[in-house]
Nanobody
Framework: QVQLVESGGGLVQPGGSLGLSCAAS????????MGWYRQAPGKQRELVAT???????RYADSVKGRFTISRDNAKNTVYLSMNSLKPEDTAVYYC???????????????WGQGTQVTVSS
Protein backbone atom coordinates (compact mmCIF):
# COMPACT_ATOMS: atom_id res chain seq x y z
CA GLN A 1 0.00 0.00 0.00
CA VAL A 2 1.39 3.38 -1.01
CA GLN A 3 1.33 6.21 1.49
CA LEU A 4 2.45 9.83 1.33
CA VAL A 5 4.37 11.11 4.33
CA GLU A 6 4.86 14.85 4.60
CA SER A 7 7.40 16.76 6.64
CA GLY A 8 8.25 20.38 7.15
CA GLY A 9 5.88 23.23 7.75
CA GLY A 10 5.53 25.30 10.88
CA LEU A 11 5.50 28.95 11.86
CA VAL A 12 7.49 31.57 9.97
CA GLN A 13 7.52 35.34 9.87
CA PRO A 14 6.42 37.26 6.77
CA GLY A 15 9.22 37.36 4.24
CA GLY A 16 10.72 34.17 5.59
CA SER A 17 11.33 30.81 3.98
CA LEU A 18 10.16 27.29 4.62
CA GLY A 19 10.51 23.91 2.96
CA LEU A 20 8.16 20.96 2.66
CA SER A 21 8.88 17.43 1.56
CA CYS A 22 6.67 14.45 0.80
CA ALA A 23 7.88 10.90 0.36
CA ALA A 24 5.82 8.10 -1.14
CA SER A 25 6.36 4.77 0.52
CA UNK A 26 5.59 1.35 -0.91
CA UNK A 27 6.53 -0.66 -3.98
CA UNK A 28 6.20 2.08 -6.57
CA UNK A 29 6.97 1.73 -10.23
CA UNK A 30 6.18 5.27 -11.30
CA UNK A 31 4.34 8.39 -10.19
CA UNK A 32 3.14 10.51 -13.08
CA UNK A 33 2.45 13.77 -11.30
CA MET A 34 3.33 14.98 -7.83
CA GLY A 35 2.18 18.23 -6.36
CA TRP A 36 1.16 20.44 -3.51
CA TYR A 37 -2.26 21.87 -2.73
CA ARG A 38 -3.34 24.05 0.16
CA GLN A 39 -6.50 24.86 2.04
CA ALA A 40 -6.96 27.94 4.18
CA PRO A 41 -9.74 28.16 6.80
CA GLY A 42 -13.09 28.71 5.15
CA LYS A 43 -11.69 28.28 1.65
CA GLN A 44 -11.58 25.51 -0.90
CA ARG A 45 -8.47 23.45 -1.48
CA GLU A 46 -6.39 25.01 -4.25
CA LEU A 47 -3.47 24.01 -6.39
CA VAL A 48 -0.08 25.39 -5.39
CA ALA A 49 2.27 23.60 -7.77
CA THR A 50 2.65 20.34 -9.66
CA UNK A 51 5.57 18.58 -11.31
CA UNK A 52 5.40 15.82 -13.86
CA UNK A 53 7.70 12.82 -14.02
CA UNK A 54 9.53 14.62 -16.84
CA UNK A 55 10.16 17.61 -14.60
CA UNK A 56 7.65 19.92 -16.21
CA UNK A 57 6.17 22.24 -13.60
CA ARG A 58 3.02 24.27 -13.11
CA TYR A 59 2.42 26.97 -10.50
CA ALA A 60 -0.50 28.95 -9.19
CA ASP A 61 -0.17 32.60 -10.14
CA SER A 62 -0.11 33.57 -6.47
CA VAL A 63 3.13 31.67 -5.82
CA LYS A 64 5.02 32.13 -9.08
CA GLY A 65 8.51 33.48 -8.46
CA ARG A 66 8.35 32.67 -4.76
CA PHE A 67 7.82 28.89 -4.57
CA THR A 68 9.83 26.17 -6.28
CA ILE A 69 8.67 22.59 -6.69
CA SER A 70 11.09 19.76 -7.38
CA ARG A 71 11.12 15.98 -7.21
CA ASP A 72 13.48 13.06 -6.92
CA ASN A 73 12.05 10.23 -9.00
CA ALA A 74 14.45 7.68 -7.55
CA LYS A 75 13.20 8.47 -4.05
CA ASN A 76 9.57 9.12 -5.06
CA THR A 77 9.81 12.39 -3.17
CA VAL A 78 8.52 15.85 -3.96
CA TYR A 79 9.74 19.09 -2.41
CA LEU A 80 8.36 22.59 -2.10
CA SER A 81 10.68 25.48 -1.36
CA MET A 82 8.77 28.54 -0.23
CA ASN A 83 10.37 31.97 -0.11
CA SER A 84 9.08 35.49 0.55
CA LEU A 85 6.19 34.01 2.46
CA LYS A 86 3.10 36.13 3.05
CA PRO A 87 0.35 35.86 5.65
CA GLU A 88 -2.02 34.80 2.88
CA ASP A 89 0.13 31.70 2.34
CA THR A 90 -1.11 30.42 5.69
CA ALA A 91 -2.90 27.13 5.10
CA VAL A 92 -2.74 23.39 5.50
CA TYR A 93 -0.54 22.11 2.69
CA TYR A 94 -1.35 18.72 1.18
CA CYS A 95 0.91 16.53 -0.90
CA UNK A 96 -0.68 14.85 -3.90
CA UNK A 97 0.45 11.98 -6.12
CA UNK A 98 -1.46 11.17 -9.30
CA UNK A 99 -1.08 8.38 -11.86
CA UNK A 100 0.58 6.15 -9.29
CA UNK A 101 1.65 2.78 -10.64
CA UNK A 102 2.67 -0.15 -8.45
CA UNK A 103 3.03 -3.85 -9.11
CA UNK A 104 -0.65 -4.36 -8.29
CA UNK A 105 -2.38 -1.04 -8.95
CA UNK A 106 -2.43 1.58 -11.66
CA UNK A 107 -3.54 5.16 -12.02
CA UNK A 108 -4.29 5.81 -8.37
CA UNK A 109 -4.44 9.26 -6.79
CA UNK A 110 -3.18 9.73 -3.25
CA TRP A 111 -3.16 12.53 -0.67
CA GLY A 112 -0.91 13.21 2.27
CA GLN A 113 -2.24 13.97 5.72
CA GLY A 114 -1.51 17.69 5.45
CA THR A 115 0.95 19.94 7.23
CA GLN A 116 0.25 23.36 8.68
CA VAL A 117 2.11 26.42 7.40
CA THR A 118 1.52 29.62 9.34
CA VAL A 119 2.98 32.95 8.25
CA SER A 120 2.66 35.47 11.04
CA SER A 121 4.68 38.02 12.95
Amino acid sequence: QVQLVESGGGLVQPGGSLGLSCAASGTILRIGVMGWYRQAPGKQRELVATIMYSGRTRYADSVKGRFTISRDNAKNTVYLSMNSLKPEDTAVYYCNAADVYTETTSGDTLWGQGTQVTVSS
